[in-house]
């Protein structure tokens, strides 16, 4: 029982009470993967079988490294036979295997967000719609939102708040689209994420047999993240739980930050009285960060009023205060953002990888990738396009999915003229017009041109398609026998597609064709690691891996040693010893409630957690970072401080000395910092302003109040200032003179300045005041 030494009292007492419904509630920090691991290990080392236990997590990574670790303690083998996945990958499993129970083929493919948003635009473009009007993302989103509310196309038609709600955004036929878009996905054989969820409830409802198959299956039932579960999954869990009652879900509700995904924070917190006889077990201890950063995110989740108690502590060191830069501009606040890094980079020897940017929206982005390069810092921008994203790699997996199911229409579409054999975008609208006609998949029209031409099709592109199906059903004859690696490389090289990239010497072509061997190297990977451990290792098995993958994991190993950046979102689970988080502000961090109007309680909360989740990324050091001025459509805006620096105990801050200065809270009202004087009123007098003498006579005392704090400046005269003085400007602060050019009166001085780095002046406008010791 060596395991359990190294578990703390409530981690231990987690893992050792197996039996019955089990609520761990686990602080940022505290070790849940370890009580997770530690569980199912000593759920096996007390006999049970290890295809008798299902773990759901949100992340084929985090199931990976489970897996490894519980195969320490009780061997490989048993770990191999444990369902444990990800919520998406369990019910892919169960869906293969029952498919045929609910109308679809065993080798169903899985689109992906890109093939979802394809299909939809080609059915937005069929049925005439607007594509401006009918944006495919929101669509996408609408669409994906009712799955997750297990809310199919007829339900969907006839709930009268939704279709209101379409009505509101000048969307009304949503519905149909949603129709066509289910009836066009069982033609191809496909279904989408969502459709994992939603398929799987519709199986457990309508065939109870399979339901209590399952139910008897899983004597323990684990979840992990159980505050990031939608409605679908909530229910899966409870029904297959059902039986045994052997459920036990870990989570935290502080770090429920994903509602715009459909979770639910009710489903943690409410699981209390979905389960009478459960047990609480509280994981509060932070292994992660120093106590100064513990206490400061307590002292501001405190303020949230749903929640479950708990009180988290660290005893690591105390540590530093959290640094707060006060920048004048967004620019600004990039410069002293990367400063930071490359001075404690040098000054504590830290890797760059050891750092994170953290923002609310990716758009904040550009000012600190600017930022960096010029200090010359790598950094990774975490969320761009995936490598699975990729045109080149998008192709090559598209002939591998058409092998696997030649239903798949999308996979079709995007190959049949790639590498370019003459079917131009004329035919491919022909053959799918067919299909959708005779009610099949267009590979079945393609296939039939040669003795039905139901197409209309002229000769030349009649022996062209027949050339196409004679390749894919010379692919299908190689699958028979081939592993996966052997006949991904058949493909790429009998395609063309490797000699078409080959013969592109760019440096863009180069790095395609690259990719497709790293895309080969990781197939033969796959290949050898399914030998190894005795599973099938063919293509359709690679493609079910690769159909599942998220974000984390495809993070390549030569991207570790740059400065993450990335949304707060997106930080979710990991951590950094160094963490800036940039851009806290109100109407920014937290953001503005879309449309305008006040927040809800809820909404508002959930930033909070936001904020909190961030701020418990941090191992070392935290920095909070705000800028006064920022552009935003094109327009600089005067911007305050967010409230949530204020909801900090101050005593865990390292406050900038600048004149923003803290405020009292008052009720009802905001809590933040006295702004200063701005040197322009917020926004131009207009229409609005104009016809209300209050607003405007606001505005005009803005705009007197700022131009008499203009003349009150007065710079020194431009003949006197030389390199190497020290001067101060009126927006940019203290700064030292490297160098003066030209003749006066067009004299240009380069200074470095303290606040904004460095400058060209022209010293008639820029008013320099020499400081003088």
Known sequence: MDYLDGLNEAQRKAVENTDGPSLVIAGAGSGKTRVLTFRIAHLLQQGVKPGSILSLTFTNKAAREMKERIGTVVGQSAARSLWMGTFHSIFARILRTEAEAIGFPSNFTIYDSADSKSLLKTIIKSMQLDDKTYKTNVVASRISAAKNSLITPPAYQQNGQIMEYDMS????????IYKEYEKRCRLAGAMDFDDLLLKTNILFRDHKDVLAKYQQRFDYIMVDEYQDTNFAQYLIVKNLAATHHNLCVVGDDAQSIYSFRGARIENILNFQKDYPKHQIFKLEQNYRSTQTIVNAANSIIAKNKRQIPKNVFSEKTHGNKIKVFSALTDNEEGYLIANEISETHMRNHYLYQDYAILYRTNAQSRIFEEALRK????????????????????????????IINPQDNEALKRVINYPVRGIGATTITKLEQAALSQGCSIFEIVKKSSLENAAGLNKGTLTKLSQFTGIVAQFEEKAKSADAYELAGFIATQTGIMKDLYRDQTPEGLSRFENIQELLNGIQEFTINAREEGQPNALENYMEDVALLTDQDSEKDEDRDKVTMMTVHSSKGLEFKNVFIVGVEENLFPSAPMGGGNPSIESFEEERRLFYVALTRAEENAYLSFAKQRYRWGKLDFCNPSRFITEVDPKYLDLPQDNYEREPQV??????????QPEEPQAPIGRQTASNPQAMNQKLVQLRQAKKQNQTFDGDDPRDIQSGMTVEHQRFG?????QIEGVFPNLKATVFFQNAGQKQLLLKFAKLRIVRS
């Open 169 to 176: 955004i000048r969307m009304p036929r949503i519905a149909e």
């Open 667 to 676: 009720a009802g009202g905001y809590a933040g910092f006295r702004k200063p």
């Open 375 to 402: 200090r010359n810092i790598p950094y990774k921008i975490y969320g761009g396009l995936s490598f699975y994203q990729r045109k080149e790699i998008k192709d090559l997996l598209s002939y591998f999915r058409i």
């Open 734 to 738: 203290p700064g030292k003179v490297q």
